[in-house]
């Protein structure tokens, strides 16, 4: 695994009101991502969403594309636009950038913890470490990262 290059004197875990934030500007990258792609399947499909002859194609592709949109982040600099507005990261404990197996355990336990109307984020305050449910069954976690000081240009 990728190690993070950054190294800060305190990273904490981040609160539940900065994750949902995060989740809230995320959710709204994903329904527009998932218009897009109703857009393209209607055009598609003659004016229809969905083709009769398969009918769950489409939720399908929309949620392989909603893996793929999330992994990708997380995987690359574990932050999802979400994620990075609110300056906070994914990773694993150690600091490492996640595995593709890790953000598959993490969406699909994460898609569990909204279904159960929000049971998994609410383990976050019995959890004694701050993390959620699909933080544990993923072995990740979610940091807040410290503001970046801007160094002041030099008069030449």
Same mark, same amino acid.
């Given at each position: 695994?990728?190690?993070?290059? $950054? ?12 994750? *949902? ?26 004016? $229809? ?8 194609? *489409? ?19 574990? #932050? ?10 994914? #990773?694993?404990? $150690?600091? #490492?950038?996640?595995?593709?197996? #890790?953000?598959?355990?993490?969406? *699909? ?34 940091? $807040? ?12």
């Amino acid at each position: 695994m990728r190690q993070y290059p $950054e190294s800060f004197d305190e990273i904490k875990p981040a609160g539940p009101l900065r994750r *949902l934030g995060a989740l809230l500007y995320d959710f709204m990258l994903t329904v527009a991502l998932w218009m897009v792609i109703g857009a393209i399947a209607v055009a598609i499909n003659g004016g $229809e969403a969905t083709d009769t002859a398969q009918p769950a194609l *489409l939720q399908t592709i929309l949620f392989m594309i909603t893996f793929v949109f999330f992994a990708f982040f997380w995987t690359r600099n574990g #932050q999802t636009l979400g994620l990075l507005a609110w300056r906070l990261r994914v #990773q694993t404990p $150690e600091g #490492q950038a996640l595995s593709w197996w #890790q953000a598959l355990l993490r969406f *699909l336990a994460a898609g569990l913890s909204i279904a159960t109307l929000g049971l998994g984020y609410l383990w976050m305050f019995i959890d004694r470490g701050g993390l959620s449910l699909h933080d544990r069954l993923s072995g990740t976690c979610v940091v $807040e990262l410290p503001r970046q000081t801007r160094k002041k240009k030099s008069a030449s």
